[in-house]
């Protein structure tokens, strides 16, 4: 029986987790915002420090390349 709250315990806390973290179309759509538009042309997960984050490259409108850093958990864009 404790095997049994304890897998279920750990299930929620999987679900939660996946649930909470932000999906590579979010990061995609959030750094459009973040450039007011253009084309994505690349996105990846990497490390900053220990935190993984959504590397996001957009070509603007003006032809110009940018790297949007999405924070997964957060969705906060830089």
């Not at 315990?9 to 679900?15: E, F, N, W």
């Not at 994505?40 to 900053?48: A, G, M, P, R, Y």
């Not at 032809?63 to 864009?77: K, S």
Request: glycine residues 6%; proline residues 1%.
């Amino acid at each position: 029986m404790k095997t049994l709250k304890m897998l279920l315990v750990l299930t929620s806390l999987i679900a939660v987790t996946a649930m909470a973290a932000v999906s590579r179309d979010d990061a995609a759509n959030i750094a459009l915002k973040a450039v007011e538009g253009g084309r994505v042309l690349s996105v990846d997960k990497v490390l900053e420090g220990n935190k993984p984050v959504w590397r996001v490259k957009i070509v603007t409108s003006k032809g110009d390349v940018r790297a949007v850093f999405v924070d997964e958990a957060t969705g906060a864009a830089r």
